[in-house]
């Protein structure tokens, strides 16, 4: 066999659908801890420089902040191992699904997992029992576990639901900011606005982010425009909505997971085990 056609053979046999999702699941969980950390850590600093000058107003939002710093290091290493059980199970059972339709010839792994998957040939020939390879033995080992879409499929529509919460959670700053810097643009441009440049203001405990008995508690003016223009302010608006891209990329990284397991769940129970309707 020739190298160009091994490696078409390779390409025949790749889950295209599965590296395109593990490589979007691992840039939009890179992205959204990378950048959410760091606005997290921008919007701390903001609120103890213009917003509250009392520890103790803000003492339960850093604990709150420091909570979703440590989710986010979890959320990476989680989304790292179980993006890379996806890919593997991606393999495996396109390596079985193409030995179904019969335009793929399985590897060894692809056999070893034909063999737990399919119901497929045990080793035994007409000279009797073979000795198997062992990485053949490894392979049809780690198959009975890889081996079930339909178990994958469960656990990353569970997840993919958590995730649509996170995904809801990582609009809210960035609507903050928004109104923000839109609040900041009508004083910049008081000719678009009726209103006076002295009642136009960010109040963080309207959000939630301070209690009510905070002081100042609000910035209004010229003095919130000067926040706005300042580099923290633009760069923790410009990484929340980094974050929030980095969480739409991997909401549609477990969608295209969802996808490509149902199918194969449904080839290798329709074709593979023989199930009739």
């Known amino acids: 066999m020739g190298l160009l056609e091994c490696c078409a053979r390779c390409l025949i046999g790749a889950p295209f659908a599965s590296l395109v999702a593990t490589g979007l699941c691992f840039f939009g969980v890179a992205l959204f801890c990378g950048c959410g950390h760091e606005a997290l850590t921008g919007t701390e600093q903001l609120i103890e420089t213009y917003f509250s000058k009392n520890y103790q107003d803000y003492e339960f939002l850093i604990d709150v902040i ?32 193409r030995q179904i339709f019969g335009d793929y010839r399985t590897t060894i792994c692809g056999k070893g997992l034909s063999a737990t998957v399919t119901g497929g040939p045990k080793g035994r020939g007409a000279r009797g029992p073979q000795r ?35 995904f809801a959670c990582s609009a809210v700053p960035v609507y903050i900011y928004f ?56 760069m923790t608006f410009h990484l929340f909505i980094a974050a929030f891209v980095g969480a739409a990329a991997t909401l549609v990284s477990l969608l295209t997971f969802i996808i490509a397991a149902t199918y194969n769940f449904a080839v290798l129970r329709l074709m593979g085990r023989g199930t009739k309707f």
Request: proline letters at 3%; one cysteine or more; a positive charge.
């Open 66 to 97: 420091h909570g979703f710093q440590y989710f986010i290091y979890g959320t990476a290493a989680f989304f790292f191992l179980y993006g890379a059980l996806l890919l593997a199970e991606g393999f495996y059972t396109t390596g079985a699904v």
């Open 132 to 166: 198997a390879h062992s990485w053949q033995r490894v392979c049809h080992c780690l198959g009975k576990w890889l081996g079930h879409p339909d178990k994958f499929v469960g656990i990353t529509y569970v997840l993919t639901i958590i995730w649509l919460l996170v």
């Open 179 to 234: 109104n923000t810097w839109t609040t900041c643009q009508s004083i910049a441009n008081p000719t678009k606005t009726s209103a006076s440049i002295g009642t136009l203001c960010a109040d963080a405990r309207m959000y939630g982010v301070l209690p009510w008995n905070a002081f100042p508690g609000k910035v209004c003016g010229s003095n919130l425009l000067s926040i706005c223009k300042t580099s923290e302010f633009q």
